[in-house]
């Protein structure tokens, strides 16, 4: 068990929970009766995991894309938490560099900055050049981090075995989110996986409809170099992408002009990337997107990707398209189209809490209001009337949200509706016709053809099965659990009250009656069972709360 262990690490979690104040935990790890789950303020997780150390600044980071299971308050303080640590001495990178390669370092680069250009919690980035003179960028994995990990990872699911046996945790599946999150650290540890990510990307976006694919990079990766802890891609030079100076000496465009080209290339690559390769960079904040010198924007760090099936990415279309609508209806029945189906929902209260939502945004320019947000606020409505919403939500919200922020930074102009509605025009065509149109016409007629020759021959089976009465329905109507309990609760209750009334009545009757001392003896414990039969009754009813 969690708390009989004492390994320093465990001891220090402890420390780091008590000294920040978070008192639901303090009495779960003192084994102090506990209440209802509470969280820490935003501010109080914040401290925690940046005093836990890098891997739970990681693990805050990975709770900043889950919108769906935190409040905005929580994902916008998460969202503020950096990596960022002091880089390992190039002695101890050396070493593992060596250990990598498969021949020597001295023949495989001409040379190596020691000085790292970046250091994370993972790994951290050295600028080098091979021996035919290409630049290139090494991402190196600090060494003895694969440990760390793993031994924090036990912790945390040694926490969330703790808070699973509360009802919180089971309502909310703690224990599968922990094991959500502990795959994705473990997944950073293998650079093979990035590596592969990051080509997949590059191969999507080297063809679109949509922009010129000329005016978009993503690094080109190395594999004859690359192994699980060292990642060697192509050095891109340029700067982040708020960082860039435009001016008209550059390359002789208007600096407007060309932030607005710009903006619109990035919503153009990221929603290809959302709704229709289904594949996208899921961290797209300012640090990785770059501005290179030759006027071109570069995607780093494909670490974080999502994934979106075909059927969602038609839902996500149309929701949308109902925000811009400011549809609540439609929002609604998106979200239970998103949700699991097995789970009860009541559609109006729903209706109405996004009604309620959305009317505030009646009045307001379209161009002024903030859609990150109002996907924001939705996942929010929908976390409040219990509906679990899958976990790639989270991070289709995160990136819409930093893409539009950066979008507004870099670009104060914006106009969020002007930029995807030619956007969401040609994606509702797609969806109507596909890519192919004349293949499309040529499924429907085959499907029309088909149904053509099984119609008279249904119809027929369905009236002969009517006349000769051997017609069947299967109805199966949900939300009746909670009923049939009801119903069986009330009628136990009305028979054991018919029972604790006819011992009342047998034993005055027999009281009344008595001769002997046999009879009298039979009446008092007829009175004693039907009284302590009739205190349960009360009791019973007084704690299930519904004596009113």
């Not at 769906?68 to 950096?82: C, P, V, W």
């Not at 050396?94 to 000085?115: C, G, M, S, Y």
């Amino acid at each position: 068990m969690f708390l009989t262990q004492t390994v320093p690490r465990q001891r220090e979690i402890i420390e780091v929970v008590l000294r920040n104040g978070w008192d639901y935990m303090r009495r779960l790890l003192t084994g102090g009766k506990a209440d209802e789950p509470q969280l820490p303020t935003p501010a109080v997780l914040k401290n925690i995991l940046v005093d836990l150390g890098p891997v739970y600044v990681k693990l805050g980071q990975l709770l900043s894309t889950r919108p769906d299971l935190l409040s905005a308050g929580y994902i916008e303080e998460l969202s503020t938490l950096q990596d960022e640590v002091p880089p390992v001495p190039w002695t101890e990178i050396e070493i593992l560099l060596r250990q990598q390669l498969k021949a020597p370092l001295e023949q495989t680069f001409r040379t190596v900055n020691p000085v790292p250009v970046a250091a994370g919690s993972i790994a951290q980035t050295h600028r080098a050049t091979l021996i035919d003179g290409r630049e290139v960028a090494l991402k190196v994995q600090r060494p003895g981090i694969d440990l760390t990990v793993a031994q924090d990872i036990a912790l945390i699911q040694g926490i969330a075995d703790l808070v699973a046996r509360t009802d919180f945790g089971r309502n909310n599946e703690i224990k599968s989110i922990a094991e959500e999150f502990t795959k994705a650290l473990e997944a950073e540890l293998d650079f093979t996986r990035e590596a592969g990510y990051t080509d997949q990307l590059r191969r999507n976006l080297s063809k679109s409809k949509w922009y010129d694919p000329q005016q978009i990079v993503v690094a080109q990766i190395y594999w004859e170099l690359t192994t699980e802890k060292l990642m060697v891609m192509e050095w891109l030079e340029g700067v982040p992408i708020l960082s860039a100076r435009l001016n008209s000496n550059n390359n002789g465009k208007d600096p407007v002009t060309e932030r607005k080209a710009i903006t619109s290339l990035l919503f153009r690559v990221f929603f290809q990337q959302l709704y229709i390769d289904g594949f996208f960079h899921a961290d797209p904040h300012p640090g990785n997107l770059f501005y290179l010198t030759d006027g071109r924007i570069a995607l780093l760090d494909c670490g974080m990707v999502g994934r979106l099936d075909p059927r969602t990415q038609q839902i996500l279309t149309e929701m949308l398209l109902a925000i811009v609508d400011l549809d609540a209806q439609r929002c609604a029945q998106l979200t239970l189209q998103l949700a699991d189906s097995s789970q009860p929902v009541i559609l109006a209260r729903l209706e109405n809490d996004y009604d309620r939502m959305l009317r505030k945004y009646l009045n307001v320019n379209l161009s002024e209001i903030n859609f990150s947000q109002v996907i924001y606020e939705i996942l929010q409505v929908a976390r409040n009337n219990k509906i679990r919403l899958p976990s790639n939500m989270g991070l289709y919200a995160k990136t819409l949200a930093n893409l539009e922020g950066l979008a507004r930074g870099f670009n104060p102009e914006l106009n969020f509706v002007e930029e995807i509605q030619p956007l969401l025009t040609d994606l509702f065509r797609r969806q109507l016709v596909g890519e192919n149109p004349v293949r499309s016409l040529l499924r429907t007629a085959l499907d029309i053809k088909s149904l053509s020759l099984q119609s008279p021959r249904q119809i027929e089976l369905l009236l002969d099965r009517v006349t000769s009465e051997t017609l069947q329905w299967n109805l199966s109507l949900r939300g009746l659990d909670g009923m049939r309990r009801t119903v069986d609760d009330a009628a136990n209750r009305l028979s054991f009250s018919i029972l604790v009334g006819s011992l009342i009545m047998g034993a005055a009757i027999i009281s009344n009656h008595a001769q002997t001392s046999q009879l009298s003896f039979l009446s008092t414990v007829l009175f004693a069972v039907a009284s302590l039969l009739g205190l349960w009754l009360i009791v019973s009813i007084l704690r299930s709360g519904r004596l009113k």
